[in-house]
């Protein structure tokens, strides 16, 4: 097991109804901006549940976050939050709602240039505005990480960024507000959560026994869960684990003393960003072919994963790796995620810019052992069209 550093400040309030505590976590005198996305919070309710939770509290709204947040979309709130001198946020929404308020949380009093922030990976943040969250779609894992992705529309770019003054103070897990999520989005937030876990897991072996068999409960559960969301909704201890599994996904628990990839999202980073894809279809597209072009790299782990998360034991250790990747392939069909390039209208002509957008973002040796380069990516690429 390698060394690890481990702090998890974000304080989660799990279960129905724990919308109604919020006021415990916010202090009275706080002037609090709501910030949420395209109307989804007000047609199913939640945006009137958070401030009927929030009596007497000076609260301004900023509505129109999208999903993958945009920077200019993000300058814009900074700047009524600086004029209004709010100190406090709350992200009443899914993973872009929540990023996008990390960014402005960190932008709000930031001297220098602020898509520095973005620029910097978030190394050049050194305060942010309290914050909390209202989760409404389980995928991203952000409503417990450090962690956002902000997109400039001007010059198409998507980038990561990270910093610990980055973690919510709280954020509110209620599974019924779920229910109102399209089955695209259910399937989504299957897919993006199982991919994180693989991109911590699905590496080489480091002893993190702990590590491993945490991420395979996860693998299992989202396999297990998954197809019943779509099944069945409503299920109230269905979306539950399916929310848990997506928190526990990336925070920090199951990748802390192992190596991690993180290759497949780079690569869907950029496609999204040039294409317009979700986060999770880019994932589902990647995924498959990465694994099958870095099998060596990761036999060891795909072997384990190959046993203990679809049972396949036997036969030489080639075709029980590429069973697995093939598993892996039909899950993410079966949770109506597509997962070719050409199930989106991309051809092998667009490859060639997405290899030069990772170059642009000095993305050109990735993966866990820093060795996927932009010809391997043109090679991987290759093999999702
Ligand atoms: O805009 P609204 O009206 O809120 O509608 C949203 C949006 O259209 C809708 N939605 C959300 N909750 C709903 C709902 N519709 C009905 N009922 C509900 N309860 O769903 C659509 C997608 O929402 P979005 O927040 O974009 O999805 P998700 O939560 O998957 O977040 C995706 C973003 O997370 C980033 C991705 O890059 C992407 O920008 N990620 C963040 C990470 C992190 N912070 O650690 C890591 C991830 O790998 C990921 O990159
Ligand atoms: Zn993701």
Redesign the pocket.
Known sequence: MLNFTFCNPTKILFGKGMIKDIAKEIPKEAKIMIT??????KR?G?LDEVKAALPGYDIDEFAG?????AYETLMRCTEKVRDQKIDFLLAV???????GTKFIAAAANFAGEPWDIVKSFGRGVRQALPFGAVL??P????EM?S???I?RLATKT?L?ISNPHLFPKFSVLDPT??F???AS?IG??VV?TFV?ITEQYLTYPVMGKVQDRLAEGLLLTLIEEGPQALADPENYDVRANLMWCATLG?NGLISAGVPQDWAT?MIG?EL?ALHGL???KTLAIVLPAMLRIRKDDKKQKLLQYAERVWGISRGDEDARMDEAIDKTREFFERMQVKTRLCDYGITAEAIPAVVEQLKAHGMVKLGEKFNVTPEMVEKILGQCL
Do not use: F, R, W
């Open positions: 949420y996305g395209g109307g989804s919070v199913n939640v976050i999208e999903p993958n947040p929404g899914g993973g872009s709602v929540i990023d409404t779609l995928a991203s894992g952000s990480n962690g956002a992705v997109t998507k990561p507000k779920t109102s999520l399209p989005q989504n937030g993006d994180h990336l999202h980073h999204t979700d986060h999770a």
